[in-house]
Nanobody
Framework: VQLQASGGGLVQAGRSLRLSCVASGFIFSVNSMTWYRQAPGKLREYVAS???????HYEDSVKGRFTISRDNTKNMAYLQMNSLNPEDTAVYYCSTTNAGGRYWGQGTLVTVSS
């Protein structure tokens, strides 16, 4: 299983970013995909998830601002992040699980300036 996140960067508060996660080494279409984030000095936390049939779930602080999606034809998962604020500053990771356990991508850094 390999996951690679990209799309992070430095943005001003109120702006948007779209993160991408390319997956390989497993049958992407049958796996749920999850985004986590880890802010400096804090524990990694759940952000959003999408099931194989595209049901979504969000952590409360990102509801209405973030949208998770997937494209099974491209083995890609996305996280559209709107109305970003400095509290969203973190390294964002895509993740999936299977019988072998939980797998993580390398993370992409999002920095939101005020």
């Amino acid at each position: 299983v390999q996951l690679q996140a990209s799309g992070g960067g430095l943005v001003q508060a109120g702006r948007s970013l779209r993160l991408s996660c390319v997956a390989s080494g497993f049958i992407f279409s049958v796996n749920s995909m999850t985004w986590y984030r880890q802010a400096p000095g804090k524990l990694r936390e759940y952000v959003a998830s999408i099931t194989s049939d595209s049901n979504t779930h969000y952590e409360d602080s990102v509801k209405g601002r973030f949208t998770i999606s997937r494209d099974n034809t491209k083995n890609m998962a996305y996280l559209q992040m709107n109305s970003l604020n400095p509290e969203d500053t973190a390294v964002y990771y895509c993740s999936t699980t299977n019988a072998g356990g939980r797998y993580w991508g390398q993370g992409t850094l999002v920095t939101v300036s005020s």
